[in-house]
């Protein structure tokens, strides 16, 4: 059974960096499409970024392109999100999750086959 844990969440001020992390094991998941959604309270999940197996392509939401980038190390089973200029509504809980589906179907409503715990991000103004 495979299984994805998240790290790197943490309280940030506006301007600020993280570097979340999403730790795979169980599966090969060096086969599968990863990425990372986020949700907010009151408000439904939002797609974030993807990356394919391969590392060779990547897919962002609007409201992260240009400030957030996805990268993996499939030799580590690690997926990471680099996020930089963060902004206050950025602050929601951001969850690992990954599927064999090919990363132009990465969108809010794409069936995911596995998904992580989740990890808080709150950006203080």
């Known amino acids: 059974q495979g299984q994805l844990v998240e790290s790197g969440g943490g309280l940030v001020q506006t301007g600020g960096s993280l570097r979340l992390s999403c730790a795979a094991s169980?599966?090969?998941?060096?086969?599968?499409?990863m990425g990372w959604f986020r949700q907010a309270p009151g408000k439904e999940r939002q797609f974030v970024a993807a990356?394919?197996?391969?590392?060779?392509?990547?897919r962002y939401a609007d409201s992260v392109k240009g400030r957030f980038t996805i990268s993996r190390d499939n030799a580590k089973g690690t997926v990471y999100l680099q996020m930089n200029s963060l902004k206050p509504e950025d602050t929601a809980v951001y969850y690992c999750?990954?599927?064999?589906?090919?990363?132009?179907?990465?969108?809010?409503?794409?069936?995911?086959?596995?998904w992580g715990q989740g990890t808080q991000v709150t950006v203080s103004s």
């Open positions: 999750a990954a599927n064999k589906r090919t990363i132009a179907n990465w969108g809010p409503y794409v069936l995911i086959d596995y």
């Open positions: 990356i394919t197996s391969s590392g060779g392509s990547t």
């Open positions: 169980g599966r090969t998941f060096s086969y599968y499409t």
